[in-house]
C-alpha cells in the first residue's frame, strides 16, 4: 500500500499489539510512528511506553519507517496536534490510527480511494471511518457527507491539515453563529458546540479533535462517513483517558467490511436529518449529568458576562 499510515501510540503495548498486527496486514510503504513520553507522576509509565515501542517496531516487510517519540508526556492535545504537524510535515497524505482504534482490513482500501477521488476538492477535509448509527440507517452509496468528522481510524490531506488551529484563535470571531450557523441549522446544537468550544480554547477539556471539528466548520469543510463502521474502539475502560465507561453503547462496536470499488454519491451534498441523528447518538446522549451540569454552568456564566460588559440600555418610556 503506497498510503502512508501514521500511528499514535502511548502506553498500552496490548491493544497496540492488535492494532498494528492489522497494520501489518496491510504492508504500508511508509509509517510514521508518533508516540508520547512517559507521565513523570506514574511509576510504571516508563516500561509500559518501552513495551509499547518495542511493538511497533517489529516491522517485517519493506517499509520505510520514520519517527517522532517525545520524551517527556504531552498530554493527548500536544501530543496528537504536534504529531499530526510533523506528520503532514513529512507526507502529502496519510491514514490515522491510534492505539485503540482497531481498523477491519477493508479500511484501508477505503480510506485510499477516497483520498485519491477527492484530493483536489477543498470542501473535503476528512475521511472517517466510524459510523453510529448502525442499522437505523441504510445508506445508498457507501458513504455519505457529514459535518461531524469521527477520529477514530481517519484520513487526510497536508492541504487541509495546514488549515489547522490547535490554539483556536479565529473562536469565538466576530460572530461565532457564522461558523456555526453555516454548520448547523439547530439552535440546541449551536449552544451545544459554542460551549464545547469555549472550554476547549479555555484549556477545560484536554483534547485535540474539538480544534479541528472547529477547523473544518469554518472552512466550510464536510467529512466522509462510511455505511458501515469500519473501526472498533478498543480502548473504553479505566486506564483511558477520555473513554473510561466500559459498558458505553460505543465500547468494542464491531466493524464491518466495505464494498470495493466504492459506489460514490452522484453529489456533495449534507443530509441534515442524519446530522441530527448523529448530534443526538453521538454527543448530545452520551452527556453524563455531570458533564451536562458543566456545559449549563459554562453556558449561564458566558451568559451573565456578556449581560454585564454591554448592559441593557433603559431608553425614554421604559
Given at each position: ?80 496536534s504536534s504529531g499530526l504537524d510533523w506528520v503532514f510535515e513529512s507526507v502529502e497524505e496519510a491514514i490515522i490510527l491510534e492505539d485503540d482504534c482497531l481498523p477491519d482490513a477493508s479500511f484501508f ?50 492541504r487541509a491539515w495546514k488549515l489547522y488551529d490547535r490554539d483556536m484563535r479565529q473562536w469565538p470571531g466576530p460572530d461565532p453563529q457564522d461558523v456555526l450557523g453555516r454548520a448547523l441549522r439547530r ?47 478498543l480502548g473504553f475502560g479505566g486506564d483511558s483517558t477520555h473513554t473510561p465507561d466500559g459498558g458505553h453503547a460505543f465500547a468494542n462496536m464491531a466493524a464491518a467490511s466495505i464494498e470495493s470499488p ?57
Amino acid at each position: 500500500m503506497k498510503t502512508p499510515v501514521a500511528v499514535f501510540i502511548f502506553n498500552r503495548p496490548d491493544l497496540t499489539r492488535r492494532v498494528f498486527a492489522r497494520i501489518a496486514q496491510a504492508k504500508p510503504q511508509r509509517l510514521l510512528l508518533v508516540a508520547d513520553g512517559p507521565r513523570a507522576d506514574r511509576i510504571d509509565d516508563a516500561a509500559l511506553v518501552a513495551a509499547t515501542r518495542k511493538v511497533v517496531e517489529q516491522v517485517d516487510w519493506p517499509c520505510e519507517v520514520l519517527r517522532n517519540y517525545s520524551d517527556t508526556n504531552l498530554g493527548c492535545r500536544n501530543r496528537v496536534s504536534s504529531g499530526l504537524d510533523w506528520v503532514f510535515e513529512s507526507v502529502e497524505e496519510a491514514i490515522i490510527l491510534e492505539d485503540d482504534c482497531l481498523p477491519d482490513a477493508s479500511f484501508f482500501p477505503y480510506c485510499v480511494e477516497l483520498l485519491e477521488r477527492y484530493r483536489d476538492n477543498p470542501r473535503v477535509m476528512h475521511i472517517g471511518g466510524n459510523n453510529f448509527w448502525g442499522p437505523r440507517v441504510r445508506l445508498p452509496h457507501s458513504y455519505c457527507f457529514s459535518r461531524y468528522a469521527h477520529i477514530w481510524g481517519w484520513a487526510t490531506w497536508r492541504r487541509a491539515w495546514k488549515l489547522y488551529d490547535r490554539d483556536m484563535r479565529q473562536w469565538p470571531g466576530p460572530d461565532p453563529q457564522d461558523v456555526l450557523g453555516r454548520a448547523l441549522r439547530r439552535r440546541d446544537e449551536r449552544r451545544y458546540w459554542a460551549a464545547r468550544f469555549d472550554l476547549a480554547k479555555a484549556g477545560r477539556i484536554d483534547t485535540w479533535d474539538f480544534a479541528w471539528l472547529f477547523t473544518c466548520w469554518a472552512a466550510d469543510g464536510v467529512a466522509i462517513t462510511p455505511r458501515v463502521n469500519l473501526v472498533t474502539n478498543l480502548g473504553f475502560g479505566g486506564d483511558s483517558t477520555h473513554t473510561p465507561d466500559g459498558g458505553h453503547a460505543f465500547a468494542n462496536m464491531a466493524a464491518a467490511s466495505i464494498e470495493s470499488p466504492l459506489i460514490h454519491p452522484p453529489r456533495l451534498a449534507v443530509d441534515r436529518r442524519l446530522e441530527r441523528l448523529t448530534f443526538r447518538t453521538v454527543f448530545e446522549a452520551p452527556l453524563s449529568p455531570k458533564e451536562k451540569l458543566q456545559l449549563a454552568r459554562w453556558t449561564m456564566g458566558k451568559a451573565l458576562r456578556r449581560l454585564l460588559r454591554f448592559p441593557v440600555s433603559k431608553g425614554a418610556g421604559t
